[in-house]
């Protein structure tokens, strides 16, 4: 597997946070509102903004910092702990039933992506059930996630959490820019990209950073709509 992601921290990462990704999943109109945005174009655009936005704010960079610090120390720990190989840790989180380098992980939400015709009404039958001010319990649970899955990645391993917090900024700009309109559109083309190269990717500033953006975002996504059991 050539330049391909380390499944097994996006695996550990997305246990670790499940629990509270299917919780903000749960609010109500959340899964309305986060569906239309992941399947439509405005809707893509919309979330793409408001994580840049989000992505900006010093609690954020809080979070890196934070993440950063954990996954450190959890390194540490692993390495000066012994456990006998035929005894499994009791701690050992439970990986969810569909692995993130299976090729169905990466099928779009079941009704895909809408066609144009009907884009609008989806989109405003979402923000209709969906209270503006509780975005922000959405968009704070995709973050952390983000932030600590990011802890895990190499590449940012050796960035500043503010150098790593202005190229998240850099990063969703880019993507409102790019060619892949609605976020479900990634599907097999962005396991293709992960699991072999950068390929589609190479075309933005930091491709390993969009490629882990989409990850995430693409794990979060599946989790709060309750895709991911």
């Known amino acids: 597997m050539t330049e391909g992601i380390d499944g097994s921290n996006l695996q550990d990462t997305l246990d670790l946070y499940k629990d509270a990704l299917q919780e903000a999943g749960q609010a109500e109109g959340a899964q309305g509102w ?18 840049q936005q989000y992505v900006q704010k010093p609690a954020f960079l809080q979070k890196l910092t934070a ?3 954990t996954a450190v120390t959890a390194e540490a720990t ?20 569909a692995g993130v380098m299976q090729a169905t ?23 209709g059930s969906y209270v503006l001010v509780e975005k922000e319990d959405v968009l704070d649970a995709i973050g952390t996630f983000v932030a600590a899955y990011l802890a895990t990645v190499p590449e940012a391993q050796h960035m500043k959490p503010a150098d790593l917090q202005q190229a998240l900024t850099s990063t969703f700009r880019d ?3 790019g060619h892949v309109r609605r976020f479900w559109e990634w599907g ?12 589609a990717f190479s075309v933005y500033e930091n491709p390993w950073l969009v490629r882990a953006v989409v990850t995430a975002l693409w794990a979060a996504g599946k989790v709060m709509l309750g895709l991911l059991l």
């Open 34 to 51: 986060l569906s239309s945005s992941l399947q439509t174009t405005k809707g893509t655009d919309q979330l793409y903004g408001l994580l």
């Open 67 to 69: 993440a950063r610090a």
């Open 105 to 127: 992980f990466w099928d779009s939400a079941p009704g895909g992506c809408v066609s144009e015709v009907i884009e609008g009404l989806v989109e405003e039958e979402a923000l």
């Open 78 to 97: 692993a390495s000066t702990v012994c456990r006998p190989s035929d005894s499994p840790s009791a701690s050992e989180p439970v990986h969810l039933e």
């Open 188 to 199: 097999r083309c962005a396991y293709r990209c992960i699991a072999f190269s950068y390929g």
């Open 175 to 177: 993507l409102r820019k």
